[in-house]
């Protein structure tokens, strides 16, 4: 079987820093790695060839010193290497990069292409749905195990609300989150490396060429800002006393504020009048959290673009979500409901999105960031080659009708302005970023309008089990107070009602908490209301993950630890005296 490995290298994400003067990152001097979750993603194709035979190939997109992480996947056990470097593919953004990409494997001929999850310089999920449309192959996001099973491969990936096991044919696409075994640390080795230019791709490579770059790139970065937070670093010796400044801290946060009362249109002499679709995702028949929310925004933006603010609900048994949805800023509900839709099914879920999105033209659609907006909004983007931006923590209107979208990188503390040229404007939105509207009388309800969906294909997808965690991941999307726990600290020990458990790395290697409630860089990022933080690591990778939360409480035993530093309200003592107290407290 021969597998190929899509690789990037990238800055090491603590090293970035932003220069005030002119408003960019230096790069000077800063350390360049390979992306952890792609060292992850060769390491199991490693462990597959092991297991069935055949040949890994390391391929990469970027400029010359690229090569250095291809030395490093040589010493993973990679066989051979392809690198893909041309100035024709600079600036690309995923659309282009996955266009190039996808040629480049079309040359190579593949039975399996393994990815990264994300990268975590720009925090971008979207390649693998992208390069897996532009194949034409069916992809799998988020796996955590592969088993090759004759021309078959079967994964388990986790979803938000647990695990689910998939099997589907070869060849195709497939992001790693976690593998079998995590990578070693390994030395750069020798071996070889072609280096393809675009004319190894095409044969017609044309000045400006619309298939590469810059130029086949349909979204632009327009400004980077420096958005990292100031954090108050108080200290508390009373229980009482911090709670009580968590609760004043809370109470001042500008928590992605919204209103009913939309704004009027942007333009002063109005040609044109746009509406802003969301896509609303259901969870055990209702709306979900991360949907309001966006709904809640969408007030905001259609007022703008003079239009009405839509809901697209899709699945099935979807009356109480359509109340949801219309309670909850919808002035028209576009419901498709389709009994192939009562699981989420990606060739299923594509094809009726992409069909509503080609008939319906909406001029705005928003999806939530969630595991499955993840994986389904980037997959439509690629098969209809639109531009997409993955995980807004904000949204606007410029006075042209363009969706502005605020895009973090590095862990959240620096966010790029973009903008996309092609209609729709698609993006990814984080859960939290927004406040949802309070819902409005049963009586006021939005216009219902039956969508049609039309056949929709079996696909080659099969989904053999689901079993749901417990809590789910999806609370950590949804509750205003999110607890993190360190490896040394039990969560059956505290009370924790009304909030969402969730961990560091080593507390989700410990088994302290499930791996799919990590919080991190290299796991979820979260914006409750409140984080508190107990014995967890205080590096970057940790903290960056709770970058949005309002405020930031912390619990060490060491009073010079770092992690109280970092924190606007800290305690220092026993875990197990001051954390039940303070929990009891907030709530």
């Known amino acids: 079987m021969k597998i190929v490995c899509l690789v990037k290298q990238i800055p090491r994400p603590d090293a970035i820093e932003f220069d005030q003067e002119t408003k960019s990152l230096k790069r000077e001097g800063v350390p360049l790695i390979l992306n952890p979750f792609d060292s992850r993603a060769v390491a199991e194709a490693v462990r597959l060839r092991e297991a069935v035979g ?49 040629l480049a494997i079309g040359k ?19 390649v693998p749905p992208e390069v897996a449309a532009f194949l034409d192959r069916p992809h799998v996001t988020n796996s955590v195990g592969l ?7 079967r994964a388990q990936r986790e979803t938000d609300d647990g695990e689910e096991t998939v099997e589907i044919p070869l060849p195709a696409v497939i992001s790693v989150a976690r593998g079998e075994r995590e990578p070693d640390k390994v030395e750069p080795a020798e071996g070889r490396i072609d280096v393809w230019a675009a004319s190894d791709l095409v044969g017609d490579v044309r000045e400006h060429d619309k298939r590469f770059g810059q130029t086949g790139s349909p979204t632009r970065v327009l400004a980077v800002h420096d958005v990292t937070p100031e954090r108050a670093g108080e200290r508390f010796d009373s229980v009482d006393d911090a709670a009580a400044r968590i609760r004043e801290l809370a109470a001042e946060w500008p928590a992605g504020a919204t209103a009913w009362e939309k ?40 007022g703008k673009l003079g239009g009405s603010n839509v809901a697209l609900v899709l699945g099935h048994d979807l009356a109480a979500a359509v109340e949801d949805a219309s309670r909850h800023g919808a002035e028209i509900v576009n419901v498709g409901e389709h009994e192939a839709l009562r699981d989420y099914v990606p060739e299923r879920w594509v094809a009726a999105v992409r069909s509503i999105v080609e008939r319906e033209r909406p001029h705005v659609l928003l999806f939530p960031a969630t595991l499955q907006g993840r994986d389904l909004g980037p997959r439509v983007a690629g098969e209809l080659e639109y531009g997409m931006t993955a995980d807004c923590v904000d949204l606007g209107i410029d006075r042209g009708g363009r969706l502005v979208q605020h895009k973090p990188a590095y862990g959240g503390n620096i966010v790029s302005v973009i903008m996309g040229r092609t209609t729709p404007q698609l993006a990814t939105v984080r859960p939290r970023m927004f406040e949802p509207l309070e819902p409005r009388d ?17 696909g080659p997808t099969r989904v053999l089990a689901r079993s749901d965690a417990d809590p789910r991941p999806r609370g950590l999307d949804e509750a ?26 080593a507390a989700c290697a410990a088994g302290r908490v499930p791996w799919g409630a990590e919080i991190g860089l290299q796991g979820r990022s979260v914006a409750p209301r409140v984080y508190l933080a107990i014995e967890t690591d205080a590096g970057f990778e940790h903290l960056t993950g709770a970058v949005k939360a309002g405020v930031i409480a912390a619990i060490a035993a060491d009073p010079s630890s770092p992690l109280l530093a970092a924190a606007d309200v800290g305690l220092s003592g026993d875990w197990r005296e001051l954390a039940p107290e303070l929990l009891d407290a907030l709530r």
Not at 72 to 85: M, P, Q, V
Not at 147 to 153: K, M, Q
Not at 486 to 499: F, K, M
């Open 54 to 102: 055949g040949e890994v190939i390391a391929m990469t997109m970027g400029p010359p010193q690229a090569e250095e992480v291809l030395h490093e996947c040589l010493g993973l056990g990679a066989d051979r290497c392809i690198h893909l470097s041309d100035r024709a593919f600079a600036l690309a953004d995923t659309i282009g990069t996955s266009r190039t990409l996808a």
């Open 442 to 458: 049963a009586e006021a309800e939005a216009e219902v309008r039956q969508i049609e969906i039309g056949a929709l294909p079996e």
């Open 263 to 302: 704004p009027e249109h942007l333009a002063k002499e109005p040609g044109n009048f746009y509406d802003c679709w969301t896509l609303v995702e259901v969870s055990e028949g209702r709306a979900t959290r991360p949907s309001l929310e966006l709904l809640a925004k969408g007030r905001e933006l259609s």
């Open 108 to 126: 190579e001929g593949c039975d399996l292409v393994l990815c990264g999850l994300k990268t975590l310089d720009a925090e971008t999920w979207q």
């Open 480 to 505: 205003d107070l999110v607890v993190a726990v360190g490896a040394g600290v039990d969560p059956s020990a505290l009370e924790l009602a009304g909030a969402a458990i969730g961990g560091d790395r």
């Open 147 to 153: 088993a090759v099973e004759g021309d078959r491969l």
